[in-house]
């Protein structure tokens, strides 16, 4: 895929040289001290300062500190909610305010809503799959796919996909990977983690002496809390660009079906797309699961008739178009 082209990060309005380079420069590391990113580009930290805080008081940039689902032991689902058309921004609305969802749309399809949930224990989960959302009168249908890897957005970055630093700066900016793997007992939260998680959430940057300000604790307590949390994996750092407000408005969600020997390597290549902002392996009738923006439908035709379909092993896509997002995490 070229990065440099219709669907690439360079196309993005108002973006120039050096504000892809930051974007890339935090999307590795969103923490990273902007002297650090300053000699890695090569300008000044109060030209890399200036850059961020005009992206982010424009809505085009945000750094967000999250918790690691996986790491706290919690379960992601997909969800493909089939309501009354006339009730369909309603329930979307109703989820939206769940503090366990995290991402909620409405498609293309008439009544139909997308919805990621987080759940903790199979009493959480049950109760929302089983009782609350099949006794809603207007929720006709439901469809629940369970998220078993995640390739592309959430903790698993985006940051590799872009082109703007060059292989050393990236080296140089790149945070060596997290401890606690696949099977690594899962974090342990203590009272301390759940408003540190909620500051880091509305501002990843926010300084350890505004967190610890805000927290009532002191400065060493916060840095070195999350550089414990980081170390463990439980907490990451995403670098969120607002493609709509570049000229890119259009969201599309796909479905695809590999044979069960080729779901890795499609993955592996999906993280190689530039349109593709979040992928991940599911259950259900679908391998996959992925989320692509490009500027236009004739940006999106672009990458299914081209990128996507280059992919051999691939056999079946469904494609469904986001109208509106209710919800972004």
């Known amino acids: 895929m070229d990065l440099h082209g219709p669907n690439g990060l360079d196309e993005w309005d108002g973006l120039d ?22 000699e890695v580009l090569g300008v000044s930290h109060q030209t890399v300062a200036r850059r961020y805080r005009s992206l982010r008081a424009a809505g085009v940039l945000r750094v967000r500190g999250l918790p690691h689902a996986r790491r ?6 997909s969800l493909r909610l089939r309501c009354r058309p006339a009730a369909a921004a309603e329930v979307a609305r109703a989820l939206a305010r769940r503090a366990d969802t995290g991402w909620v749309a409405l498609t293309a399809t008439a009544g139909e809503v ?29 469809s629940a796919s369970c998220l078993l890897r995640t390739h592309v957005g959430d903790a698993a970055g985006r940051g590799g996909r872009l082109a703007a630093l060059d292989p050393g700066q990236a080296a140089a900016l790149r945070r060596p990977a997290p401890g606690g793997g696949a099977g690594a007992e899962p ?17 990843g940057r926010a300084s350890a002496r505004e967190l610890a300000a805000r927290l009532g604790r002191s400065e060493t307590w916060a840095r070195e809390r999350i550089d414990r949390l980081r170390r463990h994996g439980t907490l990451y750092f995403e670098a969120d660009v607002d493609a709509a407000r570049l000229g ?12 069960p020997a080729h779901t890795a390597a499609v993955a ?21 699961v992925a989320a692509v923006v490009t500027r236009d439908a004739e940006a999106l035709h672009a990458y299914l008739d081209g990128p996507l379909r280059e992919l051999a092993a691939v056999t079946h896509v469904e494609s469904v178009p986001v109208l509106h997002i209710v919800k972004r995490r």
């Open 72 to 77: 706290l032991g919690h379960t992601e689902w």
């Open 187 to 203: 974090h342990r939260p203590d009272a301390t983690d759940p408003p540190l998680f909620a500051a880091l959430a509305a501002d």
């Open 248 to 259: 890119h408005h259009s969201t599309t969600a796909l479905w695809l079906t590999t044979p």
């Open 268 to 288: 592996r290549a999906l993280t190689t797309h530039s349109p593709v902002v979040f992928a991940a392996t599911v259950t259900g009738r679908s391998n996959l």
């Open 114 to 142: 997308l919805c990621t949930l987080r759940t903790a224990d199979p009493a959480t989960r049950d109760g929302l799959l089983l009782r609350t959302l099949p006794r809603t009168a207007d929720v006709r249908e439901v």
């Open 17 to 38: 040289g050096l504000d892809r380079r930051l974007v890339h420069a935090l999307q590795l590391d969103g923490r990273a001290a902007f002297t650090r990113v300053g």
